[in-house]
């Protein structure tokens, strides 16, 4: 039986492949490669040391460049308002402007938005002490048809109850940039 190759062992290979090429050009003297060869197994070193220390599961361009970069931190700005009665309630989290970016991107048919990378909604509850969200979301007009639904996400099946987030318009004053940002995230409790 055939086992599917992983990239550690992808990159395994090579590297060991670089090394006897090292070997073979130390051998017969062929010097005028030496620098290439060198430039290959430090690249492919490289990638195996990260791929090593890495606990990613998928690894794509991104995950890569923000594990070498990561994304700068933005202060949080927020307030909390929560109430309780009868076994329901909620607790909501109101940010000042600008929010948190997010990032949406246009349904099929160019009309509604979702929110398919779960990184950044990730992020922010991460940085309120929240469990992540494991799928994106659409936005609940399209669901509902209603415009009052219009800049909202739900997360259903959320650990600690329904999870709303509500985007706004933030604007970026220093370079004239509009983005969506997270206005404020709900959590209702399951009763």
């Known amino acids: 039986m055939i086992e599917t190759a992983t990239l550690k062992t992808i990159v395994m290979v090579l590297f060991g492949l670089t090394i006897l090429w090292l070997v073979k050009i130390l051998v017969k003297q062929e010097f005028e490669t030496l620098v290439r060869a060198l430039v290959v197994a430090v690249l492919l070193g490289g990638a195996f040391l990260f791929l090593q220390t890495t606990k990613l599961e998928r690894i794509s361009w991104k995950t890569i460049r923000n594990q ?4 700068k931190d933005i202060p949080l700005v927020y307030t909390i308002d929560e109430k309780s009665r009868l ?8 940010f000042e402007e600008p929010g948190p970016k997010i990032n949406v991107v246009m ?6 938005f979702q929110i398919k990378d779960i990184e950044p909604v990730n992020r922010v509850l991460e940085a309120l002490g929240l469990p992540h969200v494991t799928s994106g979301a659409q936005e609940q007009v399209s669901i509902t048809g209603k ?8 997360w259903e099946g959320y650990p600690r109850g329904l999870l709303v987030l509500e985007l706004a318009l933030c604007q970026n004053k220093v370079g004239l ?6 206005a404020a995230i709900t959590i209702r409790n399951r009763s």
Not at 68 to 71: A, G, H, I, M, Y
Not at 87 to 94: A, Q, W
Not at 147 to 154: E, G, P
Request: proline share 6%; charged share 30%; aromatic share 12%.
């Open 177 to 182: 940039e509009r983005y969506h940002c997270v």
């Open 87 to 94: 076994g329901e309630g909620y607790v909501r989290y109101i």
């Open 68 to 71: 070498v970069l990561p994304p």
């Open 147 to 154: 415009l009052s639904d219009a800049n909202i996400y739900r």
């Open 107 to 112: 349904d099929a048919n160019g009309k509604k």
